[in-house]
């Protein structure tokens, strides 16, 4: 159970936008980790796809996944490291996607689950949320993280990631 | 395409934030990635489209033989 969450780093995306925020470096002193993140890409749709990365692999993920959107809510087994669900450049001005990543027992040896919970904010009946159980084969400690906008080539100014590390005692 | 492509890139250690290129292996998985997720959700976009045409032609199939419309939507639901 967690009973401490810390802040390890923020990531702001300035005026230019960024294609990637990466965590790099990530201290191995807690028991989990959690990014949560705020983000809009530029992909011409009203939605993108986000990449979840760890140690730089790209191979190696596999996903179950609900998703709910404007008509109907439909679920699917993905090979991609699905890591959340984004606002895109046609949906309402200034409205941004929240995901959250949680990635339990991340320096052990074995292969790495993770979890996904996010939500697209849209003043539209088009609007989505999505939830993911997925799986990285990587048996190495995670000490880097990315995410990655899967269609679009950069998210926007003002896109915000927290990474928090969890530890079950104080 | 001109546009340099940037990463934040953010020591967790350090807390230095530095923003850097991404590499020629870094371009290229993005867009293989994108033209992987293209064909993927394009295959959804037709496996979803082809069960809502057979559930109603089913429906239909099914009000034909005289079920109210109540009774084949709970039969194909």
């Known amino acids: 159970m967690a009973l401490t969450y810390t802040a390890i780093a923020t990531v702001t995306v300035g005026s230019g936008g960024a294609a990637n925020i990466e965590f790099t470096s990530i201290p191995g002193t807690y028991t989990d980790l959690l990014i949560k993140y705020s983000a809009r890409s530029n992909r011409n749709d009203v939605g993108d796809d986000v990449k979840l990365q760890f140690n730089g692999v790209t191979t190696g993920y596999s996903n179950r996944r609900l998703y709910g959107y404007s008509t109907g809510v439909t679920s699917d087994a993905t090979a991609g490291n699905e890591g959340g669900w984004v606002t895109a450049s046609t949906a309402t001005a200034s409205t941004f996607g929240n995901n959250d990543i949680y990635i339990p027992n991340y320096t052990g040896s074995n292969q790495k689950s993770f979890s996904v919970d996010g939500v697209a904010e849209n003043n539209d009946a088009n609007s989505a949320q999505v939830l993911v159980a997925g799986l990285s084969t990587t048996t190495n400690s995670i000490s880097s993280i990315a995410i990655i906008p899967r269609n679009g080539s950069l998210f926007a100014q003002y896109s915000t990631a927290t990474l928090y590390g969890i530890k079950n005692t104080a | ?77």
């Open chain 2, 1 to 77: 395409m001109s546009e340099t492509l940037t990463k934040i890139v953010v020591n967790c250690e350090t807390g230095e934030q530095q923003i850097l290129p991404l590499t020629a292996e870094e371009i290229a998985q993005r867009e293989a990635d994108a033209a992987a997720f293209a064909v993927a959700e394009a295959e959804r976009i037709a496996a979803a489209e082809a069960t809502a045409a057979a559930k109603a032609s089913g429906i239909a199939k099914l009000l034909a033989l005289g079920l109210t419309e109540a009774e084949a939507n709970a039969l194909v639901k």
